[in-house]
């Protein structure tokens, strides 16, 4: 977003807000968006769990930025970061808060537009594709439903084998 969005209600960590409240502040959000389109900009982007097991999270996050580096140029842009993400040397301004995603609202709508996507993602296309595993209610978390689910069907290309082996289920 280029604007301020303090005055969008209930914007916090994703992780602190339950779906319909993360869906509330995602559909007033693309309401401004529709609003002026140039100022408030939302993007998602996705990487495969068999390319993150061959690259490894980092490696992707890195990807990712070099992404997003290429839509909003890094030198004129003002990146902000939650604390502990690693910044790829291109990205020179930029600042980096601990708990960004509870105390600044660009990145706490990051969090939220992320988690939403992702989640939707899990129960609209892998559920359909791989219905036993039941994406539609964990949708990819490590629950026990799930890793029972994993044991009962084996994996599935939705699975990071990276993941299993460190769990160990």
Not at 156 to 162: D, E, I, K, V
């Given at each position: 977003?280029?604007?301020?969005?303090?005055?969008?209600?209930?914007?916090?960590?994703?992780?602190?807000?339950?779906?319909?409240?993360?869906?509330?502040?995602?559909?007033?959000?693309?309401?401004?968006?529709?609003?002026?389109?140039?100022?408030?900009?939302?993007?998602?982007?996705?990487?495969?769990?068999?390319?993150?097991?061959?690259?490894?999270?980092?490696?992707?996050?890195?990807?990712?930025?070099?992404?997003?580096?290429?839509?909003?140029?890094?030198?004129d842009t003002l990146y902000l970061f939650d604390y502990g993400i690693p910044?790829?040397?291109?990205?020179?301004?930029?600042?980096?808060?601990?708990?960004?995603?509870?105390?600044?609202?660009?990145?706490?709508?990051?969090?939220?537009?992320?988690?939403?996507?992702?989640?939707?993602?899990?129960?609209?296309?892998?559920?359909?594709?791989?219905?036993?595993?039941?994406?539609?209610?964990?949708?990819?978390?490590?629950?026990?439903?799930?890793?029972?689910?994993?044991?009962?069907?084996?994996?599935?290309?939705?699975?990071?084998?990276?993941?299993?082996?460190?769990?160990?289920?």
């Amino acid at each position: 977003s280029r604007l301020p969005l303090t005055h969008i209600n209930n914007l916090d960590d994703s992780k602190k807000l339950r779906s319909n409240q993360r869906l509330a502040i995602l559909a007033e959000f693309d309401s401004l968006a529709k609003i002026e389109p140039d100022n408030y900009i939302r993007l998602n982007v996705r990487i495969s769990a068999r390319k993150v097991d061959k690259l490894r999270i980092r490696q992707c996050y890195l990807e990712l930025l070099n992404r997003v580096g290429k839509k909003f140029l890094p030198e004129d842009t003002l990146y902000l970061f939650d604390y502990g993400i690693p910044i790829p040397n291109q990205f020179t301004h930029y600042r980096s808060f601990k708990k960004g995603d509870s105390i600044i609202p660009v990145i706490a709508l990051a969090s939220i537009s992320a988690k939403e996507s992702r989640d939707k993602y899990m129960k609209n296309t892998v559920h359909k594709k791989f219905p036993n595993y039941g994406f539609d209610s964990h949708v990819g978390y490590g629950t026990k439903s799930h890793r029972e689910a994993i044991l009962n069907n084996g994996m599935c290309n939705q699975h990071r084998s990276s993941w299993i082996k460190q769990t160990a289920l």
